[in-house]
């Protein structure tokens, strides 16, 4: 999630902002795996039903282009377009200076998202 | 006076014997998180490890699986059934692509769906340094089955869990 947020650095989670209520799109949330211990932190790009694309770096949610403010690194991606999955949410991280290959995003289940940083 | 000198002796012996089974004759799930604890030491390398040290490691890591261990990677072509030897070659040489490896799980599930088997879904992270100096940091989610053969829990299949759907 760099520049959002740095490797190593220390935060809590706020776990009832999803409790109760359904991830929005730009909220940066914490994704888990088979626990708590290890979670990712990324950010809700599209919502269920919605249509994901990148095209030469810019992202694309039903065909219209997304203005992302928090991005500050140079990004070349590019993703043909796919449908996200009932009770699902599509997360990317802020970091798309890397290549898309080496980063870990796609569609999540909304069950796996455990909350949001507490800042 | 006397009751309360053998309530004294006694109930320490109690809690001590009690200990001392728990040491001696381990949970069954104590001993499948044994055979996680042997994986991860063996295919954890630090830069000062030397040739026998490797080629040990290289053949112990074998002897924690199945005669045949069916590997699951959603989208690589990795996923195949692979024979012990098979897997103790392939651990070796991706070892030596590395100078740092240390391997470690997290969350560990674990069920017992019939005696001699046993389901473990767990968080597994890789972290460490390639030869040519590049940072590692891989975390998945693993649904791992054990066979339970000749008294040991031995990998007989390991799934990759698609956390994120490209």
Redesign the interface.
Known sequence: MEPTYHDGGFNFCWRLRTLFSEPRRFDVVA?R??????M?L?RVVALEYEQVEFRDGKLLIDGKAIEEPYLHYPCDWN?SP?RVEKDCVY?IGDNRGMPIENH?????SKG?IMGTPLW | MVKIKYLLIGVPMVIIGIVVAFIVFPSEEKKVKKSFNLLSEWVSKSPEENAFTMLQKMKNIGTLFDESCELKVPSQSLSGSYKREEISTYAGSARSYFSQLHLKFYDFHILFPEKEGVKVTLTSRLTGKSTAGEQLDETRELECVLKKIEKKWLFSQIEVVEVLKK
Request: charged share 20%.
């Open positions: 994704v795996f088979a626990g708590s211990k290890v990712l990324k993703l796919r997360v870990h995003f796609g569609q999540t796996r």
